[in-house]
């Protein structure tokens, strides 16, 4: 073959697998495209079902609500509650109407017909049966008989009037709204109930018409699959074009979310990519192979004479080569400088001489430079070193400065707690034979374990690891009594006054939490008016709109002000700016932590609130304290239950305690014997099992929460499945992780929770409680 046709063969050989890696590389793009795009609506199925889901479970959590506070004769006049329920459609926009349906399935209210107008004989809402048996119930689409308008409905039994029935319905059209929250805008979704139909959709906004059916293959997904369960199919959207979805089976609801993207969109990606790949590379093979073509002819006349060159050079002819070819050039100049050979040698030999020089010193600066860099960069790395330690001792120092503040403020209170228990217990030993002294001194004890349950509350609060139990308050009869008390204990110098308007709403915050800092304000504030002066408690209600944001930034909603006043020395700009800065203080050392305004504002925020301060030198101080308004009545206060009396005997009444520490054993089982139970001890969750497989009678399980090896929440699982109903108590002494696991249980009821510690005769009360529970759920009807 000729000098060009090896050329031309050479190009092609080299451009071709390069288009044909490229096509593949197009096609893979392509196709990660298409996963990509089917994983955008798989998450996306998956977010519009969870946003669903949420929608449903809240409407649910309303109508139980709502049905727990219907008392059954409530239901002998219905007409009654409708203020009640037209008040929850407010809160609810997206709810049409509510019903309530009797026993016999005959509607006894429906918002939508006024008072006397006749009702339908029944609801069409399907599976309403299902919660007059007691079972929440989710229907499919269907059109009101009042309404008229496509319909979901909602029901839930009423606990307290078997065989009655709430229901909520919901106009279908208000989920499209629902896909628009949760999806993108122009993504195509649907949701379909169990019975084929759509609730709504994305494609054609249904608004009052009758729910649309859904394609066969999403229909019958939807009256089959799991709750989770995902499909992904190829079916014809609503308009008819042909799409790609996933489909996705709710939680909560009987229905099922879909979201699709046009089938040809998905593909058009890879096919345009090819399409753009086979032009180009068409062109570039052409030219390339042209290109070819003209270098190998534009060579191969040079490549002739060259060789015409070297023929008449043996002859000592000389012959013009044509220019152009730096290789070919070469060749020609040293043909016709035969005559200069050794000549050009000695000069070449000198050239690379002073090249390999060059090349030399090149090489020994490369070499210095490396090593001047590599010593740059250690001392840099020991620099950095060393600033890093240094950051780390000085933040260390830090934190062991706020740790003693701490120690000493709290070591101080502890200190004082075990001085009374430790003086009150040694005279309690020296006086065996004078009653009286010892129950005294026994108060007294008792008085400082009090003290010292306080200092540990306080300290788990300062750390955010205390839980709060959020209950109404009423503020005006909380300051009132707080003021009564503080009277006595602040000094005769110190006025205290209460001003709360009648008809104050209820406020929502722990009630312990609130006396200890409302507390705390006050003696902060007796501190301030060293020559006395006025305390003053101001309780107002107060509301936040949504057109005037708050300056603390509190959200939307009824709030009570509590304000607390005094007439003191008051605080300058630089004191005020610290005053919540936890330790910081203006005390002498050893007569406060800095800690109370730090937890005052923790507690304010944690209960959904703030807190601001208000002071001048010499105008006094006014700490201001925003809790929320309770949305339910304050709770009767409950019956104080009789004290138990140790001498009274509990025939049948039998405790297993469980307790790793023998002094806490000792003592919990002997206070539980005086209170009339036999008892049962054991030191762990082992022995305590081993007991319960021996035999043991046990009524009620008492159990501390941390112990080796099993902890107390696991042994009440465990005793609980070997005796089903089995009453238990869990004791604990921390608010830690455990705790938290603790008071979930005991919120759902699997068991009691108090923390330590204990007075025997609450423990008592506790556990006689229980049994009798147990009694009356074990008795039978009738």
Known sequence: MRF???????????LLPVLGLSAALLWREGEEARRAALETLSHQAQAFGATVDREIAGTVRALESAALAIAPAETAS????????????????????????????????????????????ASPAPRIAEAAVGRTAISDPFVGSVAQVPLVSVAVPLPAAPGWVLVAAIRTHSFEA????????????????????????????????????????????????????????????????????????????????????????????????????????AAALLAALLAAFLAGRHLGRRVHALTRAAEAAGRGEVVRVPAGVAEVDRVAAVLAEAASTVRAREEEARRAGEERARLALEARTRDELRRLNAGLEARVREEVAAREAAQRRAAHAERMQALGQLAGGIAHDFNNVLQAVQGGASLIERRPDDPDGVRRLARMVLEATGRGVTVTRRLLSFARRDELRAEPVEAGALLAGLCEVLTHTLGDGVRCSTEAP??????????????????????????????????????????????????LGLAPGGYVRVAVSDTGTGMDAATLARVSEPFFTTKPEGRGTGLGLSMARGFAEQSGGAMAVESAPGHGTTVTLWLPEADIPSPMPAARPEAVRPAQARPGRHVLLVDDNDVV??????????????????????????????????????????????????????????RPGLPAILLTGYAGDGAALAVGGAISGAFSLIRKPVSGPHLAERVEALIAARGAISQPEG
């Open 4 to 14: 060009r046709t090896h050329l031309v063969l050479l190009v092609a050989g080299a």
């Open 178 to 281: 629902v896909i628009e929250e949760a999806l993108p805008p122009g993504s195509l979704a649907g949701l379909i109930g169990a019975n084929g139909r759509f609730v709504a959709h994305s494609s054609t906004p249904q608004g009052d018409r009758t729910a649309a059916p859904a394609p066969r293959a999403m229909a019958d997904f939807a009256a089959t699959a799991a709750p989770g369960e995902v499909m992904l199919t190829t079916t014809q959207r609503v308009t008819g074009e042909r799409v790609i979805a996933v489909a996705r089976r709710l939680q909560v609801a009987p229905w099922t979310v879909s979201v699709a993207a046009p089938e040809a969109v998905l593909h058009k990606q890879a096919g345009d990519s090819l399409h753009r790949l086979a032009t180009l590379g």
């Open 78 to 121: 219905p007409e009654a509650l409708r203020p009640r329920l037209e008040a929850m459609l407010a809160r609810n926009p997206r709810w049409h109407n509510m019903i309530l349906v009797r026993p016999d399935g005959r509607l006894a209210l429906n918002t939508l017909a006024g008072p006397g107008e006749a009702l339908p004989a």
């Open 502 to 551: 009648p008809g104050l709403p209820a406020l929502l915050a722990d009630k312990g939490q609130l006396e200890t800092v409302l507390v705390n304000l006050a003696t902060n504030a007796r501190d301030a008016m060293p020559e006395g002066g006025t305390l003053r408690f101001v309780a107002a209600a107060e509301t936040v709109t949504p057109d005037a944001p708050h300056p």
């Open 665 to 722: 054993r000792l003592t919990v089982s002997a206070e539980l014997e005086a209170a009339g139970f036999q008892t049962a001890c054991a030191a762990d969750a082992a022995q305590a099992l081993s007991l319960m497989e021996a035999g043991v009678v046990v009524d009620v399980l008492v159990t501390d929460l941390s112990m080796p090896g099993a902890s107390g929440l696991a042994l009440i699982h465990e005793a609980q499945a070997r």
